[in-house]
């Protein structure tokens, strides 16, 4: 099944813990993209990644870092979260240029404390 | 830079009725692809329609169609017979057909929040 995978779906931490929150699909797109969403202001994005060892920053990518070193996978870094960092998380992935579509993950809700 | 507007943070719809939710855009580019994405309160992001800018014809799946005015920067969506599964907020988005760069990034509206009342 076609799909992309987030890990982990729910998490709690606390304020200066480093977390890593994992990203995988199985459909051999290039591009891959991670979004914030937070409540009146619909989804921002933090950063994308064109293919592998490609990547650069969207409209938010303060406290955050992500690496791609392989196609299938694009983690997000949260070197030392801040609560302003609480939100829901999506990763996405497409092919580029073959109708435009997304496919997202089914999120990740971080909160910190 | 691109910007989508969706200017009903909430609406509602009596069940078997019809609702139009509404999505404009800013734009200087002249090809570039129009979705409406649906979230349930499951979270999900679940691709409703999809528009290319170059098509005149309005896309329907469905249930589901657009009234898609390209001069007027101009994107709606119309539920017809609405079902109570309808009910989840609805984001308008952009994405440049152009390759390269933030180019290709989906811009989306702030959302929709749509009420089913049985």
């Known amino acids: 099944e076609a799909q992309v995978t987030q890990n982990p779906r729910y998490l709690i931490t606390v304020t200066g813990k480093k977390l890593t929150v994992t990203c995988s699909q199985n459909m051999n797109h290039e591009y891959m993209s991670w979004y914030r969403q937070d409540p009146g202001l619909g989804l921002r994005q933090i950063y994308y990644?064109?293919?592998?060892?490609?990547?650069d920053k969207g409209d938010v990518p303060e406290g955050y870092k992500v690496s791609r070193k392989e196609k299938r996978n694009f983690p997000l870094i949260l070197e030392s979260p801040s609560p302003n960092q609480t939100s829901l998380y999506f990763c996405?992935?497409?092919?580029?240029?073959?109708?435009?579509?997304?496919?997202f993950g089914e999120g990740s809700r971080l909160t910190v404390l | 830079a691109q910007t989508v507007t969706q200017s009903q943070p909430e609406m509602s719809v009596q069940e078997a009725e019809t609702v139009t939710l509404s999505c404009t855009y800013d734009?200087?580019?002249?090809?570039?692809?129009l979705f409406w994405y649906k979230q349930p309160p499951s979270r999900q992001m679940i691709l409703v329609i999809r528009?290319?800018?170059?098509?005149?014809q309005n896309a329907t799946e469905n249930r589901f169609s657009v009234n898609f005015q390209k001069a007027a920067k101009s994107f709606s969506l119309k539920i017809s017979d609405s079902q109570l599964g309808d009910a989840a907020m609805y984001f308008c988005a952009y994405r440049s057909r152009l390759g390269g760069g933030s180019q290709g990034n989906l811009i989306f509206g702030k959302g929709t929040k749509l009420s089913v009342k049985p």
């Open positions: 990644s064109m293919n592998v060892e490609v990547t």
């Open positions: 996405a992935s497409s092919f580029w240029g073959s109708a435009g579509e997304l496919f």
């Open positions: 528009q290319e800018a170059y098509k005149q």
């Open positions: 734009t200087s580019e002249s090809d570039y692809y």
